[in-house]
């Protein structure tokens, strides 16, 4: 069984930072991308792509975060992290971090695995 869990979340005001942190422990013989979505107050559908980055550690981010993130991994503690800085209030969401991987138990299929969410709030 596979478990993504974070860390990192909190309140901060406008111009602050913040540091994510994503750790996925279980069976997992390979991960592939790592990244963060994030899901803002009243927009309970709709889930956006915030970063992510490959084994081969390419990025993307979206253009709102430009410049003010940086998502880095660390594979051998297969860690995902996202530092926040210049934070904005339109920052404010829950934030769920996400691994494509593989277990021991099926090595040759890729799945998806999200962990809990973590709240990140920026006050104006």
């Known amino acids: 069984q596979v478990q993504l869990v974070e860390s990192g979340g909190g309140l901060v005001q406008t111009g602050g930072s913040l540091r994510l942190s994503c750790a996925a422990s279980g069976s997992i013989s390979r991960i592939s991308a790592m990244g963060w979505f994030r899901q803002a107050p009243g927009k309970q559908r709709e889930r956006e792509l915030v970063?992510?980055?490959?084994?081969?550690?390419?990025?993307n981010y979206n253009d709102s975060v430009k410049g003010r993130f940086t998502i880095s991994r660390d594979n051998a503690k297969n860690t995902v992290y996202l530092q926040m800085n210049s934070l904005k209030p339109e920052d404010t969401a829950v934030y769920y971090c996400?691994?494509?991987?593989?277990?021991?138990?099926?090595?040759?299929?890729?799945?998806?695995?999200w962990g809990q969410g973590t709240q990140v709030t920026v006050s104006s």
């Open positions: 970063a992510v980055i490959t084994s081969g550690s390419s990025t």
């Open positions: 996400y691994a494509d991987l593989r277990t021991w138990d099926n090595p040759y299929l890729t799945n998806d695995y």
